[in-house]
Each structure stands twice: as C-alpha cells, then as structure tokens.
C-alpha cells in the first residue's frame, strides 16, 4: 500500500484549500484495520467450521448417527452404531424422505449411509431385498440383513413404502426423490397455486419453451439500457421540461375536478337526500372543500417553485449533458455494475457456503429421538449472528468500493482541463488509488450503513413474526420506526456517495469529507432538490421505458408461439431481469450526475474565472452557470 511514503504532515493549517488529484495521503487507516480483523473473523468461522469437519459433513453427508458417508469413522461417546467404515458407503438415504418439519425446516426421517440410491420406484420389502442383493446396497436399518427384509420387524426398520426413485445425480451425495410431489407443503408455504399441479406444469413448461425467447429479451433489455444511456444526452432538455409540464398539468388538472365536484355537490338539491344520509352528504361537502382548497395551495406552490426553480431544472439538463461526455470519455464506466455484482456474487457463495457449514458444526448431541445432531455451545454458539453482519458490512463495503471508483474516475475527468491528456485507464488510477489510500474510508461508510440496517431489519423480522398478533398501537410504533430508519439510511447513502466524491477529490477522511460534502449541498439546496426530483424521476421513467418496450416485445413474441399460451412467468422473468438491468445502468448514471453536481459546486465555490483561478467545468456548465 502506498500510506507509508504518500501520508502528508500532521500540521495542517485550519483552512484547508480544495486540490483535487494532489497531496494523496491514506485517509482512516484505523477502520481499515478494524474492517481487516473483522474480514479474519470471518475467516476464523469458515475456519472452524471447515476443521470441526462440518465441511465433510456437508458436503458427504452424515446418517442419523454421526457417521460421514464414504468414510471410516471415529466411535462417538455413548452414541450406538457411530464409529461405522462406510468407505463403500458414499450416499444418504431417508427411510421417510417426506417426513418433514416445517418449523425447523428439517427431515426428521431416519437416514443411513447406503452403496447406492435407488434409480426405480420399489413397491414391496421384497422389491427392497432384490435391491440389496443385486447392488449391494442396503437400505434397511444396519441391524438388518438383507436376507431378514422380508421378516415382521423390517417394517420399522425398513423404509417407507414405496421407496421412491432417487435423481441420478445425487444431491450431494444425498438421495433425492425424482418426485417431489411429498414435498409439496414446503412448495405451498412460498406458492400459493401449487395445488393445481396442471397451472404449475404448464408455467413451467413454458418457461422451458420459452428460454430462447427470454434469452433473446433480457439482450434487449441490456441492448436498450445501453443505448438510453446515450440518447438521454440529446434529449435531456425535451424530456426534463416534458416532465415539469405534465407535472404542472397534472396538478392544475387535479385541482380542477376537485372543485368542479363541489360545486356540483354543492348545487344538488338537498330535498332529494334522505335525512339520514344528509350528515354523511354534508361531511363529504366539507372533504371535498378541504381537498380543492390543498390542491389549489399545492399547486400555487408547485407553480412557483417551478418558476423560481426554472434556472435549477437547466442545471440539471446541462449536468445530464455532461454525463453523457463522461461515458464517451470513459466508456468503460458502463461495466461497472457488472464487476461489482460479479464480486457480490462471489462474496454471496462464500457466505451461504460457510452459513451451511455453520448448520452441520459442532460437537455431537443426542436428539429426543436417539439420533445424533451437531451443536456449537457456548459463546461460539453466536457465530451466526457475526457472519450475519459480515454479509451486511461486506456487501455493503463492496457497493462503496464501486461509488468511489466511479467518484475517482468522474473527479479525474472533471479536474482534468484538457481532456486529451487524461490517463489511459481513469478507472483503473481510480481503483488504484482507492486500494492504496482510502480503503479505510470506505469500511467506514459502509459500517455507518450497517449500523442503520440491521435494527431496520431486526425490527421488520419482529413485525413479521408478530403480524396479527400484536395490537394497532405496536403495529404502528414497529412501522413508523421501519420507515424512519429506512429514510435516515437513504440520507445517509447520500451522504456517504458525497463524503466519497469530496475524499477522491481532497483525499480527506470520511468525516472531514462528509461535513465539506453536507456544507456545499446545504449552500445548494435548490440545486440539489432539482436534480433529486426533476432528475431522478427522469431516470425512473428511462427504467419504466426499458420495461414497457422489454414486455411489448415478449407480448409480441410470445403471441407468434402457438404452443405456449400462459404468458405470465415469462413476461414476469423478462420485466424483472430488464427493470434490474436497467436499473444498474442508469444508477450509474445518476451517480455520475451527483459527482458532477459536486464538482461544480466545488468549482463554483473556489474559483471565480480569474487568471489562476479558472474554471474546470465544462463549457456547457459555464453558459449555465453565468445565466444562474
């Protein structure tokens, strides 16, 4: 890392001036190494659990009696039939595969290690014996030999007949059933038509019929995201003042109705009104008054913050412009979403991968039934509630590290004067820079967020758990708390993409850079709630475009496909995957608007034109700012 030979001095004199791109120094180098330790905890769990051999456990298996199939096993204390050679033993059979709990979402059917899985459904105990005897493999209890199948006690320790046929490939290395129709509760808990097995086989048939189509759609979508991207450029100015119109449009024609409805309230003979509906009439009267009088102070107001905001709304037209430039100058920009959910992905595996080794750790315990279970006791009992936190801090690490090499890249094309002497590869410096000096940052940001996310979360599972349950009163303290804190953490968000933006700027630290960040945003308030409002509802538009053209094209498609006529699935696969697509591209593109804004800000705010102290910005923010 290059903190030692960068860091500047410790004096600093109290005003600090903006330089953008020098004096790079490491910035909160104590939460890197908080965030470090916290990476080798994680580490340490995976660890654990892997060497407390809950990896053989899961991914070989084990039987009801601690036993690891296709393996020579250590005897356990006190636990029969533990410390079996199951080396030609290697998968797991249920006796009851449809015995299911629920509750704890687990088999609680008996479960051996078998030679082999059966690949044909058997109807009879003798069916089972011919079994054994032809593959060798035994699916009675291992007090039971093959030739005792047929006798009045195999009944108990024999499976459940009949035995269904297993997948052939065995779900590691477990015998899974070919028809799962036993497990139908567990589909009815998360799919409500499940119990017409013909609506359930016809979607999915479908979909399988349709997986070119859908292939072919979800391109577009990517396609069409793509090329949004560069139109808006063109059109920024037509859609934005489109939208503002409609906007006012809308509310003008609102108010309209509303009083066009009292007045015809109003002129309607009483005599015609049963006596008993007169109060009702004459509090609808009332409501419909208080409505038209809102509408109409509404309306007055959206009007004059419109009229006074009309210099704001060319801004945002004009930084719209300018992103467009950036992603001719850095195209790269694009791909970004695409590295980062590729890491997201990557990180996600890790974690379920070592959340299943966490459900088969432990020492041995015997349950209520005499069959063996793997518990962790004592303080490492908590580990689970440790990894939890890791997904949401690492994740959340994971999106910061995409927002401040998008901020580096915008912050080098921005304070770059001429634009042919950028580098080479301006994500690249800015990945670069972000390795070597402001990962700290980062895992501080991205903690904040962590520490407003779980009490949300915690406080949602309590509200699910307790629905129906608890009374009007706690159900609207538990929301309005949930809502509060999902608001203070969109502020924060931000807030953090700011402090990012002002920290690739000066190399500051996270809570230096956030007050300079909060500062200039509160000195352009109007500017920012005009690209917070005007600009992101345009951004919101280009997603609901993407999607409508994504679904009239799979209509369109779908309709020429005689052999498929359900075209719910599908059309839903394709308008989910287009709207996140969508989404991903033109995030980006208001992240890149926000850093602009900032930018401009800053370079409003310490240069005035004069010689040494010209402008950076583009000429198309110049013209708009000499008309602001």
């Not at 920024?236 to 409609?246: D, F, Q």
């Amino acid at each position: 890392m290059g903190c030692c030979n960068s860091a500047s001095s410790a004096a600093q004199s109290s005003k600090r001036e903006w330089k953008p791109l020098e004096d790079r120094s490491c910035t909160d180098l104590p939460w890197l190494l908080i965030f470090l330790l916290f990476c080798i905890g994680m580490g340490f769990i995976c660890g654990f659990s892997v060497a407390t051999g809950a990896a053989a456990r899961l991914v070989s298996g084990y039987d009801s009696y601690g036993n690891i199939c296709g393996q020579k096993n250590a005897e356990l204390e006190s636990i029969p039939y533990s410390g079996m050679d199951h080396t030609h033993r290697k998968y797991v059979f249920f006796l009851d595969p449809c015995n299911l709990d629920l509750i704890n979402r687990k088999i609680k059917s008996e479960a051996l290690c078998v030679a082999a899985c059966p690949r044909q459904e058997l109807k009879t105990l003798s069916d089972v014996q011919k079994f054994a005897e032809m593959n060798g493999s035994a699916l009675c209890h291992y007090k039971l030999k093959p030739s005792e199948y047929t006798s009045a006690k195999a009944s108990s320790l024999c499976p459940k007949l009949p035995v269904p046929a297993s997948a052939p490939i065995p779900f590691f290395h477990r015998c899974a059933p070919v028809n799962i129709s036993c497990y139908a509760k567990f589909a009815e808990a998360l799919i409500t038509f499940v119990s017409d097995n013909s609506v359930l086989h016809r979607l999915i048939s479908g979909v399988m019929a349709s997986k070119e189509i859908i292939l072919g759609l979800c391109l577009l979508s990517l396609v069409l995201s793509m090329i949004l991207m560069v139109i808006i450029r063109y059109i920024s100015r037509v859609l934005v003042w489109i939208v503002t119109i409609l906007v006012i449009l809308g509310s003008l024609g609102g108010t309209g109705v509303l009083w066009w409805l009292y007045a015809k309230q109003r002129k309607s003979p009483k005599e015609t009104i049963i006596p008993e509906q007169l109060q009702i009439a004459e509090d609808n009267l009332r409501a419909l008054l208080i409505y038209a009088i809102s509408a109409t102070v509404f309306t007055v107001i959206l009007f004059l913050i419109m009229l006074f905001m009309r210099k704001r709304i060319a801004l945002t037209i004009a930084l719209f412009h300018v992103a467009g430039k950036v992603f001719i100058h850095l195209p790269l920009l694009v791909f970004q979403p695409f590295w980062t959910f590729f890491a997201l992905v990557l990180f996600w595996a890790y974690w379920i991968m070592t959340l299943l080794f966490l459900g088969t750790t432990g020492s041995a315990v015997k349950n209520d039934r005499g069959f063996v279970e793997f518990k962790v006791s004592g303080p490492l009992q908590y580990m689970w509630w440790y990894h939890v936190v890791g997904l949401i801090w690492i994740s959340e690490f994971i999106l910061a590290c995409q927002q401040m090499t998008v901020a580096g890249a915008v912050v080098t094309y921005y304070f770059t004067r001429d634009k042919r002497n950028l580098p080479f590869t301006p994500i690249l410096a800015s990945v670069n820079r972000l390795v070597r000096y402001h990962l700290g940052t980062v895992a501080k940001g991205s903690f904040i967020i962590t520490l407003v996310k779980i009490p949300r979360m915690i406080l949602m599972y309590i509200h699910s758990q307790l629905k129906g349950k608890e009374n009007a009163c706690a159900r609207c303290v538990l929301k309005s708390c949930i809502c509060c804190l999902w608001c203070l953490e969109k502020c924060l968000n931000y807030l953090n993409q700011n402090a990012y933006t002002a920290t690739a700027i000066n190399s500051t630290n996270f809570c230096t850079s956030a007050k300079d960040a909060f500062v200039i945003l509160v000195e352009n308030a109007l500017r920012v709630a005009a690209i917070n409002t005007v600009g992101d509802f345009m951004l919101f538009l280009g997603k609901v475009l993407i999607v409508c053209s994504t679904g009239l094209a799979g209509i369109m498609l779908l309709n020429y496909q005689q052999d498929y006529t359900v075209w719910v699935l599908p059309l839903i696969i394709v308008c989910l995957f287009a709207f996140l697509v969508a989404h991903c591209f033109l995030s980006i593109y208001e992240m890149v608007v926000d850093v602009l804004f900032l930018c401009f800000a800053i370079d409003t705010k310490y240069n005035d034109g004069s010689p040494g102290r010209e402008f950076y910005m583009d000429k198309v923010l110049m013209v708009r700012e000499q008309i602001i």
